[in-house]
């Protein structure tokens, strides 16, 4: 593993459940994480892995029609965006989305791409892949950390027992 790469393998939903628990211990305030893969990759499983592991009891359902998902635990402010509908980068600038992108919350972003170049920089990209000859369940998760607060996070998802390098 680089310091600032990490691929693990999820061999099931558990598995990703479990990188979500490992991510939300290491999160802090003015964070934002890009989530990349396809439909069905499992970044919302993986979202609401680490809003249970926040103490989130309410539902955690994909943002695709409403575009951000507000989830306050434990006094802290979780934003879940899903920018998989947008047809033009500058829809975000039209919803007027730049308002949750502040020190004080935790930005979890689906299809990041889709309003770039305008949105801020993540400290951390997650890309999930289907794992070939997994039987459809399986996953591979490539981890980019950025700066030194994703630096951090990605060291102490490493330290993370339950997670198995792939």
Same mark, same amino acid.
């Given at each position: 593993?680089?310091?600032?790469? @990490?691929?693990?393998? #999820?061999?099931?939903?558990?598995? &990703? *459940?479990?990188? +979500?628990?490992?991510? =939300? /211990?290491?999160? !802090?305030?003015?964070?934002?994480?890009? @989530?990349?893969?396809? #439909?069905?990759?499992?970044?919302? &499983? *993986?979202?609401? +892995?680490?809003?249970? =592991? /926040?103490?989130? !009891?309410?539902?955690?359902?994909?943002?695709?029609?409403?575009?951000?998902?507000?989830?306050?635990?434990?006094?802290?402010?979780?934003?879940?965006?899903?920018?998989?509908?947008?047809?033009?980068?500058?829809?975000?600038?039209?919803?007027?989305?730049?308002?949750?992108?502040?020190?004080?919350?935790?930005?979890?972003?689906?299809?990041?791409?889709?309003?770039?170049?305008?949105?801020?920089?993540?400290?951390?990209?997650?890309?999930?892949?289907?794992?070939?000859?997994?039987?459809?369940?399986?996953?591979?998760?490539?981890?980019?950390?950025?700066?030194?607060?994703?630096?951090?996070?990605?060291?102490?998802?490493?330290?993370?027992?339950?997670?198995?390098?792939?």
């Amino acid at each position: 593993m680089h310091a600032d790469h @990490l691929t693990l393998a #999820l061999p099931d939903e558990a598995a &990703t *459940l479990a990188l +979500g628990a490992a991510l =939300a /211990a290491n999160l !802090t305030p003015g964070m934002t994480i890009w @989530l990349e893969g396809d #439909l069905g990759a499992g970044k919302t &499983t *993986l979202v609401r +892995g680490l809003l249970r =592991a /926040a103490g989130e !009891t309410g539902p955690v359902k994909s943002p695709t029609y409403t575009l951000v998902e507000v989830h306050v635990v434990s006094g802290l402010h979780f934003y879940h965006f899903d920018f998989y509908r947008f047809n033009q980068a500058e829809e975000y600038l039209d919803a007027g989305l730049d308002e949750y992108f502040s020190e004080s919350g935790i930005c979890l972003v689906e299809w990041p791409d889709k309003a770039a170049p305008y949105l801020p920089a993540a400290a951390m990209r997650i890309e999930l892949r289907a794992a070939p000859n997994a039987g459809g369940e399986g996953r591979t998760a490539y981890i980019t950390a950025v700066g030194a607060r994703g630096r951090t996070c990605l060291a102490g998802v490493t330290s993370s027992s339950s997670l198995r390098p792939a």
